[in-house]
């Protein structure tokens, strides 16, 4: 069945450092891919999404690009600052009609000054 | 636009008593889903809706809960009897299917159950 693999967390960066949060999936057909981000007591927003292979999603700095030959989705962000310090789930839609997402288990960020 | 809307935000109660929580989803939207958080199992999909019919209720812990959907603007899931098992955060999300768009789950913020 179709699936999502997170790296492990947490993630402890200081701010301005280079981000990367490795994410790769299974599944049959061309799912979408999506990244929430989940900020402290509160619920899971979209940050971004991408629908076919070599699409780049891209939102306040993050970045992700399909990649069907490695099935990969990783999040980056070139200067992370302290406010980005969340739990980042990696999802996919797949493209039948069960509108379910399947989420990955969530990465925790951690950012310091 | 409101966004998903979710009761109570909090909620402690003690061990055998009935528990609902509440959601509206967004207005227009035809799928709505309740997750489960919790640190152990992260984020579980329990049950989900299509224009307020349940397509798909396997991520349902066991018989202690249930779910309704009586039109389109609210939803309810109960556990009763509760057990301090089923303290977690339960969220509710909404979605519409767009011609050839891209689906996007938009979620509450949801409701800190605690049962003591």
């Known amino acids: 069945g179709n699936s999502v693999t997170q790296m492990e967390g947490p993630v402890t960066l200081s701010e301005e450092a280079f981000l990367t949060i490795n994410c790769t999936y299974t599944?049959?057909?061309?799912?979408?891919l999506f990244w929430y981000v989940q900020y402290p007591g509160e619920g899971l927003q979209l940050l971004l999404k991408?629908?076919?292979?070599?699409d780049k999603g891209s939102n306040k700095g993050f970045e992700a690009t399909y990649r069907k030959e490695t099935t990969s989705f990783h999040l980056e962000k070139g200067s992370v600052q302290v406010s980005d310090s969340a739990v980042y789930f990696c999802a996919l839609s797949d493209r039948g009609n069960t509108g379910k997402l399947i989420f990955g288990q969530g990465t925790t960020l951690q950012v310091k000054p | 636009d409101a966004g998903v809307i979710q009761s109570p935000r909090h909620e402690v109660t003690e061990m055998g008593q009935e528990v609902t929580l509440r959601c509206k989803p967004i207005s227009g939207h035809d799928y709505l889903f309740w997750y489960r958080q919790t640190m152990m199992r992260g984020l579980e999909l329990l049950i989900y809706f299509n224009n307020n019919v349940p397509i798909d209720d396997s991520g349902m812990p066991e018989d202690r809960f249930s779910a309704k959907m009586p039109n389109a603007s609210f939803s309810t899931l109960k556990i009763q009897p509760s057990e301090p098992r089923d303290s977690a955060v339960y969220f509710c999300?909404?979605?519409?299917?767009?011609?050839?768009?891209?689906?996007?789950?938009?979620f509450g913020p949801g409701t800190r159950l605690t049962v003591l």
């Open positions: 599944a049959t057909g061309y799912p979408s």
């Open positions: 999300a909404s979605r519409t299917r767009l011609a050839g768009g891209i689906d996007t789950q938009y």
């Open positions: 991408a629908t076919k292979a070599d």
